[in-house]
């Protein structure tokens, strides 16, 4: 992900992974974040272009879909341990805000 520039100095890794990271993580504006680091909107741009690109070619070695007998085994284990079924995964979502309807 580092890059050569004939302009100035590139920006490093590590800034180009923070960038992208809080991009994602705020569903911020690239100019807040880009503020935020002190940055033009363009350099948020393709950090996040970069790394997005860089994860998603090696998500292949990292992220795998389980083979029929694991995904029956999965299954089988949410199954007896939390009464649902056909359940292969879950995602902890206790960072999501839950607004309470006005009623009931």
């Known amino acids: ?3 050569s520039t004939s302009r100035s100095h ?3 890794v ?3 992974l923070a960038v ?3 991009f994602l993580a705020t569903g911020s504006f690239q ?3 880009a503020s935020a680091h002190g940055i033009s909107q363009p350099s948020v741009s393709n950090c996040v272009r970069g790394v997005t690109d860089a994860l ?3 998500a ?3 992220i795998q879909f389980p083979t029929a ?3 029956m085994s999965m299954q089988h284990g949410f199954k007896e341990k939390f009464g649902f079924p056909k359940v292969l995964g879950c995602i902890d979502g206790t960072h999501i805000p839950i607004v309470a309807p006005s009623s009931n």
């Open 1 to 3: 992900m580092s890059r």
């Open 10 to 12: 590139s920006l490093s």
């Open 14 to 16: 590590t800034t180009q």
């Open 20 to 22: 992208t990271l809080q």
């Open 31 to 33: 100019t807040v974040v």
């Open 56 to 58: 998603c070619s090696i």
């Open 60 to 62: 292949k070695e990292y």
């Open 69 to 71: 007998a694991r995904q």
